[in-house]
């Protein structure tokens, strides 16, 4: 177990506002708890174990009152110091901020050991950061220094905010791109305003800081926004099929523009193009292939695998594992570059000279031209792409190396990271896989870690761009090109899996938003993905959950879900519930992969519906009820399909079973009595059984009485036994 030192986040403290958040722990931190912070006994509290002259002997029968007083003294003495805190107290000022600004309470804690891990994973993260921050700011089509900027400020903000020790705060793959497509949509607004001249290059890069820099504030806003209002669980409200159906569509189209690059091929004229006009122009033009930026492009990619393929041979040398092998190939294509003149003899595109200042203060602004509507649905895309990856990256990492985050706590982290990085430049910046992957195996063991990355990137920005003068573009191209490789490794995988258990819907749902990602555009890809899966949510909870019951034949008090059984000319195995004590109905299983195996131990009571609610039912849920109580009464199963001819007997008596329903609102009753009212107009018997006390009250408030429903009945059997008088039946077992 580790030592609860280690742990960043103090203990759960009932005064606290953030201490419901909507926590992802596999362990807590213990302050305020004797077992886990090592809590001693105030002072004082020790000498009641130790007898003295005002205890008396041991042997002496004390005064009842004055050891009762005592022994409460010591009570309240020897309870945890949070419990007597007064509110807006000192000690309480000091908790709420060590709660919500977790770095005053980790820093204190670092010893020599944990800041020599930090300083070693900070400095392997930086080594892979500033490779990724001048690559993917090509996506974003803005100056390399900008990727700089966006692995600055952000990552300083969240190590001081952020409760995950692992997750590598910086600019992102996917968030890039999505940032780069408004970047791209938006130009032909700065375009039509100079027509028909060409606007300025300088121009063009301020537009497009603006831009990015207005969306990285709107995706702040919004993610800080539902941190506040408590809304972690959202990470996992978009199914996996749709996310990574989302993940590889943006993986192909980043794969269709960096080849692009890497191949040398002229840019298409259009300021505004989907990415399938993408890939067509770049078919149409491949005789037009530059052969000097392909090779160097595509060796550089080559030496890149060749390194991760000799790391996975040799996983024991720890030597070869500590390798920064971006950094390596970085630095090998600019030497090569420079010594080979490629951008001067042989026309590559190189890196070039950039500005390499501190970013500047500035509160930032939507442009002219730009409406304000595109930064904020783009903002709304951006924000739900870089929470979930960031909240997955940090919830496997905290239960890896076993510690506490908070997704609620998580998300204003990100949120303030992003507010406060763009009045310095950058675009929206998340939590980066491939970085925290790397944290976590150069055994980080706080925020720390992050926080040298950026002090490195900082270093870097001043001194590391003009020696990048003759780095080949398309080298960059090929990093992006790699890491977009391994998005796509896992979509095979996926893809045989869903088709392995027949999840077709699952699978059309995958290929329907990659493509339509490819065809259309990134954006309409993750809009797809959310709003399918916020309807598959809403239709799961629009059906409430409802089981059919049948008698055991083991025992005949018992009453169990019946799964699959429908009526058919095998064996005898319904009971019967006619007025005929001799009809049987005949049953054989018809599970639904088609086998013919059946439950010999539950059987239907014939003409009986027994129907077991197993949650509150509220206005979302209960207008589903009524039909689905009229496929129970003609099917027996709701796996049968609808076209099938009914297999039921006449309903005569519905049984509920509302042992699991809790509560029901005014909107569900009113369903429930409408549906009632309709049993008893066709004659059809009502009882509710183990009906809460709760429910009970608004059952005798509404009239359910008189509307025909009795709810007297604390078991089935009673239930049935009642009925049977009433109807002149046999349902003896």
């Known amino acids: 177990m580790p030592n609860s030192s280690n ?73 945890p110091a949070h419990a007597h805190v007064p509110r807006f107290s000192r000690r309480w000022w000091q908790r709420r901020i060590r709660y919500y600004v ?27 950061l500033i490779p990724q921050a001048l690559s993917y700011s090509s996506l974003t089509h803005l100056p390399p220094a900008y990727g700089l900027y966006t692995a600055l400020v952000p990552a300083l903000v969240y190590g001081m905010l952020g409760t995950s020790r692992h997750l590598s705060m910086g600019p992102e793959a996917l968030v890039s ?78 794969l269709i523009g960096q080849t692009r690059i890497v191949l040398g091929l002229p840019s298409s004229n259009s300021v505004h193009s989907s ?27 080559a030496f890149l695998r060749l390194l991760r393929f000799v790391k996975r041979q040799f996983r024991s040398a720890l030597w070869l594992q500590g390798i920064p092998d971006t950094l390596v190939v970085i630095i090998l294509a600019t030497l090569v570059s420079w010594a080979a003149k490629l951008g001067r003899e042989y026309g590559v595109a190189v890196f070039g000279s950039v500005d390499g200042d501190l970013p500047r203060f500035s509160v930032p602004r939507v442009p002219a031209y730009v409406d304000s509507k ?22 496997e990492y905290a239960s890896r190396n076993h510690y506490a985050v908070s997704s609620n706590r998580e998300l204003v982290a990100l949120g303030v990271s992003n507010i406060i990085g763009s009045a310095f430049g950058s675009y929206p910046a998340f939590g980066s896989l491939s970085r925290s992957k790397l944290n976590d195996r150069a055994k980080a063991t706080s925020q720390l870690s992050g926080i040298v990355a950026a002090i490195l990137v900082l270093v870097s920005l001043l001194g590391l761009l003009p020696y990048l003068y003759h780095l080949p573009l398309g080298v960059l191209a090929a990093i992006i090109v790699d890491a977009v490789v391994s998005l796509l490794s896992a979509t095979p995988h996926a893809i045989s899996f869903l088709f392995k258990v027949q999840a077709w819907s699952d699978l059309f749902l995958l290929l329907f938003i990659c493509a339509c990602s490819v065809v259309a555009s990134v954006e309409t890809g993750i809009l797809l993905a959310v709003v399918i899966s916020l309807i598959m949510v809403i239709k799961r909870s629009n059906m409430p959950r409802i089981k059919l019951l049948g008698r055991s034949t083991e025992n005949g008090y018992e009453f169990r879900p019946i799964d699959g059984i429908a009526p058919s000319s095998g064996a005898s195995r319904r009971q019967s519930f006619s007025s005929d004590d001799s009809e049987f109905d005949q049953l054989q299983g018809e599970p639904e992969d088609g086998s013919e195996e059946y439950d010999a ?34 099917y027996g199963d709701m796996r049968v399909h609808p076209s099938e001819d009914p297999r039921m007997k006449p309903t005569r008596a519905v049984v509920f079973d509302l042992i699991g329903m809790p509560d029901i609102d005014g909107s569900a009753l009113e369903i429930l009595l409408n549906i009632v009212r309709e049993y008893s107009r066709r004659q059809v018997r009502v009882a509710f059984v183990r009906v809460c006390d709760s429910v009970r009250g608004r059952f005798e408030k509404s009239g359910m009485a008189d509307a025909g429903g009795e709810y007297d009945f604390n078991d089935i059997t009673a239930a049935l036994n009642h009925l049977e008088r009433e109807l002149t039946i046999s349902v003896t077992p």
């Open 7 to 79: 742990y960043n986040t103090p203990g759960h403290d009932p005064g606290i506002a953030g201490s419901g958040d909507h926590d992802v722990t596999t362990a807590r931190n213990g302050e305020g708890s004797p077992l886990l912070s090592g809590y001693r006994s105030p002072s004082g509290a020790s000498d009641y174990m130790r007898p003295d002259s005002s205890q008396g002997s041991l042997r002496e029968r004390p005064n009842r009152s004055t050891s009762s007083g005592r022994r409460r003294r010591q009570q309240q003495q020897q309870q």
């Open 102 to 128: 977790p770095i005053i309470g980790w820093l204190p804690k670092c010893s020599a050991g944990s800041l020599a891990n930090d300083v070693k994973a900070g400095f392997m993260v930086a080594c892979l």
């Open 177 to 254: 791109v999505l940032t780069g497509t408004l970047v791209k949509g938006q130009l032909k607004h700065l375009y039509a305003a100079y027509s028909p001249n060409t606007p300025p290059d300088e121009a063009v890069d301020d537009f497009s800081a603006a831009v990015a820099s207005a969306v990285a504030l709107a995706s702040g806003l919004c993610t800080f926004a539902l941190g506040m209002f408590r809304f972690g669980f959202l990470d996992s409200m978009i199914s996996e099929s749709s996310l990574r159906g989302f993940i590889s569509g943006a993986a192909i189209v980043v």
């Open 275 to 301: 990415p399938w006009n993408d890939l067509c122009h770049m078919l149409s033009h491949l005789g037009q292939i530059h052969a000097a930026t392909a090779a160097v492009s595509l060796g550089a990619l």
């Open 374 to 395: 595109d930064i904020v649905s783009s903002a709304i895309t951006i924000t739900m792409i870089g929470v979930v990856e960031s909240v997955i990256v940090a919830r």
């Open 601 to 634: 131990q539950v059987q239907h009571v014939e003409g009986v519906l027994i129907v077991r609610v197993d949650e509150s039912l509220y206005f979302a849920n209960a207008g589903q009820l009524h039909a689905r109580l009229n496929r129970l009464e003609l």
